[in-house]
């Protein structure tokens, strides 16, 4: 199994409906992360956990939220989505030494329609 | 204004060149990293740097952290068709969230046989 799993792998969706990704880890990281790829902006953060009780957001965090269910989970939620959200979304995780740097899930292509 | 510039943003090279991608900045950072980024997938950390003027060597790869700590390269030698990918540097603050890195917008590799 891998390390940082993410669900589903590709979704397609309509304007306005809520959508919901979801990221399990089994490297017993504290550390959680949601990003987005889009061509030609790279990678931007979209929220951030250190722990199950913090939860911070990104740079680009307005139409998503999230929720630490547990140390080994992270779900990112569309609670109304738009077609320019229509991205590679990613989850990583990390430890509390900057050395070992992030492990990234295979990513969720989704698509708004 | 991106804090991590990359270039080249492209680069297409035969089979058995040698190539040098670059990571640049303004900003001062606390450690550096390097990504490889194959379609489909996640980035996968290739490697990370700490201190000014450090080298690190990864079978072909080279990786240079600046004395300044302010930019970086990455020197392939003999590049081989399996090293095509996406090339994305990432940079914790100097002073900053060391867990909280800011991303490059890459540099897309094509080997060719």
């Known amino acids: 199994d891998a390390d940082v799993t993410q669900t589903p792998r590709n979704r397609i969706t309509k304007t306005g409906k809520r959508i919901m990704l979801e990221c399990s880890q089994t490297?017993?990281?504290?550390?959680m992360y949601w990003y987005r790829q889009d061509p030609g902006l790279g990678l931007r953060l979209i929220y951030y956990s250190f722990d199950v009780k913090d939860i911070n957001k990104g740079e680009i965090s307005d139409g998503y939220s999230v929720s630490r269910q547990a140390q080994a989970k992270f779900s990112l939620s569309l609670e109304s989505a738009i077609p320019n959200q229509t991205a590679l979304y990613f989850c990583?995780?990390?430890?509390?030494?900057?050395?070992?740097?992030?492990?990234f899930g295979s990513g969720t292509r989704l698509t708004v329609v | 204004t991106q804090l991590l510039e990359q270039s080249p943003q492209f680069l297409s090279i035969q089979e058995g060149e040698n190539l040098t991608v670059y990571c640049n900045s303004s900003?001062?950072?606390?450690?550096l990293q390097w990504y490889r980024q194959e379609p489909g997938e996640g980035p996968v950390l290739l490697v990370t740097?700490?201190?000014?003027?450090e080298v690190k060597k990864l079978k072909r790869l080279t990786f240079q952290f600046g004395d300044a700590r302010k930019d970086s390269s990455l020197h392939i030698t003999a590049a081989q068709t399996g090293d095509t990918g996406l090339y994305l540097c990432a940079g914790a603050l100097s002073g900053g969230s060391n867990y909280k890195l800011t991303f490059g917008k890459g540099t897309l590799l094509t080997v060719n046989p």
């Open positions: 490297k017993g990281h504290d550390r």
């Open positions: 900003s001062v950072f606390s450690s």
């Open positions: 740097v700490v201190t000014g003027g």
């Open positions: 990583a995780t990390s430890d509390w030494t900057r050395i070992y740097g992030y492990t």
